[in-house]
């Protein structure tokens, strides 16, 4: 009498729910009275809910479960017990003759589906299921191989027939207290399941063959995957029910689900709150979401689930600020944001895929995925909003009533609000607001707004609203630390991760009541290097951003040489973003050390020791065969096949030795290895753990200790010759491993490479590493690129105006008096005819580079320099122990510039001085003009100046003493380009055009003229001659003269680029280079004016 009413030919939809789902069975019902069926009746399992369903009038029956009136839970017994009241009101139903929709309450009905059901008039039963992707045409069932998939019972249609089916289905529970009812009805569905025959409608033989039944489309009759995979939307077709099963955060994340897709009937109270709402706009950098769109490691490992991390920490970090800024606002309602994920959750470890699923990483996942909104709904349940909350119709009066704040950059203007008094709108309802703010600030700027606006919006970056002192970040993490889920699941524990919004602020107290003394810090596993290790052997590097460019050049190199077998550890998040970009082997350091330079003996400095020594026990723990490299050493040979042949080496290091003592390829001797140790190139074996555990040990003990310092102490204690060896190996570590040094003339350091130890054996050496080098990262730089060992980027040869090079005159009386010098004391007058030799050459470098910058800003090509003395770290004669290099030599420029000053000032206007021996720059030296710098009785054919300079067969004569008005005159024209006159012989036009840049096209040259690059008109494609390169001839310090108030220009510009001879005794002290030593009344580095002639003063 109460269900006949209701049913619709026979039919009926029936659902149940206890109290704790009132609104759940209110939404239900009012989403299936929208689809136009009123033929449903919902079972309440309790009198709470009995009484509201009345007052609502929805249709009910008292089900009388005595269970509880909260949530079931998972699996316990109350779960357990509430599906066989499930299955005895289905049996109800059947034994009334009803053909039966039965549905969980978390489930929405889009559209009616009783037609649906009446097209299958054969089927006993159709029953919904797990699958991701559907296998079905149009509204056809799954097929067979679909239907063998786990059914779900969230949805199901019975007919009357399938009563006998129903009644086993409970007795088997009965007789088993633990039986799971979707578990034990899929038993009994799939007993015998076949192909019904002769059928096309997708039905099979289920039950023993007692049966018909099928599994429904799941993109018609969608799980909460399915839908969010776009099943549905994939084949162009309207979903009849959606079911929020295989949602994390139980029934607060079904609400959240639904809500976030415009399947929850909210009433308008919800779209109210006492103080207001809180939205903001969720930063995500393109950089990382391409990450993880391109990262190849599916691994179920820490490393293959890190740039899923990454990408959420950095939306973390936005959500915390957030939560906070609402909290302190008066306790605003936070809308959540839209999350890009990297991984989908899973119930077992996983690589973050579902079986079968087509998902394209990454996505914008739903809340459940990363917060714990159960917790959330039990502490702040009216304090947050769904992302799609102000999408929704109801809350277009909201966004009518929002004020924008837009988060200036560091640098904010004045006009950026403070904080110190309470932020006035402009008329666009728009507010800046400075960044970092305190609380108080915040407070005072902006909460005063809610009693005009109802909503708050941030623009910008989030995370820079607020800083939080460490009081206020152990309250708020106190207050917020259960609030986010974890990221189910890696094997190595095995295990969740859990979210952390504090994740980057080191010091908190973690999920696990732990304090975290660093960013999250995956440490690389076997799945990672076990692939890329060639015979068990892995070279190995590390690097900060600040040496990006160094990780580059060095897994170039590494590469060229053939050898695949290496990985960089990336020490912060930006560098491993370029790693990854660039396809090079890396793994996360999270050292939350400088992305900077480390500089040198400085606590990031010393720290770096740590963390190397730290992955270098790690490869070893996990049984590799590990050559560490510092990243600023270059592989010129693929250095495995040496360190086989000493397979007996427990360890195998570089060394500070100039001269080798190593006959063809074998080790230093026992003399050679008494010198330092350099471990910036090491080898070590397994065996070599213990030792690695002892030095690591003995730095934590002295914060202040040298990783390269603590080595060579336990590398040489009672070190010895090895009895009964021919090869070199050592006793060393007090005899507990042999070990040898690495022969200086094959794994060679900066300056054994430039005293030519190599080339004097004839070999060819495995590596350099650029040690014992001058200006720091900038000298390392330099001397690689010199030496052909850094590999440039093509844009490298380009420049904006060109380059500028010439002719270095070094009067051949000073090379001999330097090589005929005696003196070889500490002294001033010991340095004399190096500083003589030097600075003839400075004088002739102070032009160039002042010619340079006339010239249009060209970039100027540094000369070969020629030095009487070496530069040393400590007071000496000029000549590092063991030399063998002859005085005069050619020196590298970090032995006279201070490269660090002219990267910061000048990056992209000097070269080194083999820059146009290149094979890169050959097209620049086919487009090259030479300017001959005539002798002071210049004959009437050397350009004055006054005019423009017409090159001859790409040569110019100029005049000496130029002022620099008649340099640029003459000059600077060329490098924009220069109509060819008749007689070179080059096409051209008579019409006259003003000067324009380059183009790529090449001029086809008259007979016995070199091609190269033209400068073109589109409608003239061959009228100019364009030039890349002007050449000085002669000498450069006479070409131009500069005016008193030009010396004080030009000396300001450039007084710090010249570096510092090491050392005389003198003071003791350096002896600073001086651009204009020869210019009287200029002032020195040390700020003092120079009264008459240029004398090396030792510095300070």
Partial sequence: DL?????????????????????????????????????????????????????????????????????????????????????????SFLDLGFSTLVSDVDAVWLRNPFPFFRKFTDADMLVSSDLIQTTSIAEGLEDLSGARHGLNIGVMFLRPRALSLVQEWIANMRSDPKGWDQAELTHLFRSNLTVAPNRSDGLLSIYNGKLLGGALPTSLFCSGQSYKEGTSWEGGLRPYSFHASGIASATSGKRSRLREWGFWHDEPGRFTHPVGFLSYDNHVPLELINEVRDFKNQSKTLQGVLPHFKLMNEQLSQLRVALVAAKELGGAAAVLPHLWLGKQNDIWPGDGYFRESRFQMPFTAPADYTMDLEWMDHEIPDEYREFSFLEKPEATPLLASRVVIVICQAEADADCEEGEAPAIPKEDDTVRLKPNRNLYQLRTALSHLYKSYKIVHFQGRMEKAIHLNPVETAFYNERMRGWMGAFCCVEEKPGHIFYDLFWDVPGHINRFNEVQEGPWEPKPGPEMVEPLADSGNIAVTFVNYNHLDFAKNWAYHMEKTGCTAYIMGAMDEETLKELVKLNIPTFYMASNLTTNDFGRFTKDFLDMGRKKAAMVESFLALGFDTLVSDVDAVWLRNPFPFFKKFKDADMLVSSEIYQTTSVAEGLEGLSGARHGVNIGVMFLRPRALSFVQEWIANMESDPKVWDQAELNHLFYSNMTSARDRSDGLLSIFNGKLVGGVLPNSLFC????????????????????????????????????????????????????????????????????????????????????????????????????????????????????????????????????????????????????????????????????????????????????????????????????????????????????????????????????????????GWPHVSSPREPHACSSMRVRAPPGKEAGPSCAHPQEPLLHRCLQVVHFLGRMDRAVLLSASEVTSYNERMRSWAGAFCCVEGKPGHILYDLFWDVPGHINRFNKVQEGPWEPMPGP
């Fill in 749 to 984: 350091n900066g300056n054994s490479y430039m005293e030519e130890t190599s080339w004097d054996g004839g070999l060819r050496p495995y590596s350099i590493h650029a040690s014992g080098i001058h200006s720091a990262t900038s000298g390392k730089r330099s001397r690689l690129r010199e030496w052909g060992f850094w590999h440039d980027e093509p844009e490298r040869f380009t420049h904006p105006v060109g380059f500028l090079s010439y002719d270095n005159h070094v009067p051949l009386e000073l090379l001999k008096e330097v090589r005929d010098f005696n003196n070889r004391s500490w002294t001033v007058p010991g340095v004399l005819p190096h500083f003589k030799l030097v600075n003839a050459q400075l004088s002739q470098l102070r032009v160039a580079l002042v010619a340079a910058k006339e010239l249009g800003g060209a970039a100027a090509v540094l000369p070969h320099l020629w030095f009487g003395k070496e530069f040393n770290a400590w007071p000496g004669f000029g000549y590092l122990h063991e030399p063998r290099l002859k005085k005069p030599f050619a020196a590298p420029a970090d032995y006279t510039m201070d490269l660090v000053r002219m990267d910061h000032e000048i990056p992209n206007e000097y070269r080194e001085f083999s820059f146009l021996g290149k094979p890169e720059a050959t097209s620049l030296l086919a487009a090259r003009v030479v300017v001959t710098i005539c002798q002071p009785e210049a004959d009437e054919d050397c350009e004055e100046g006054e005019a423009p300079a017409l090159p001859k067969d790409d040569a110019v004569r100029l005049k000496p003493n130029r002022s620099l008005y008649q340099l640029r005159t003459a000059l600077s024209h060329l490098y924009k380009s220069y109509k060819v006159p008749p007689e070179a």
């Fill in 3 to 91: 269900v006949e009413p209701l049913a619709d030919d026979g039919h009926i939809a029936v659902t149940f729910a206890n109290h704790n789902h009132l609104d759940f069975a209110k939404n239900w019902a009012y989403h299936i009275r929208k689809t136009g069926c009123t033929s449903y009746i919902v079972g309440a399992m309790d009198e709470k809910i009995l009484k509201e369903l009345v007052k609502l009038n929805i249709p009910t029956f008292y089900m009388a479960s005595n269970l509880t009136t909260n949530d079931f839970g998972r699996f316990t017994k109350e779960f357990i017990e509430m599906g066989r009241k499930k299955a005895a009101m289905v049996q």
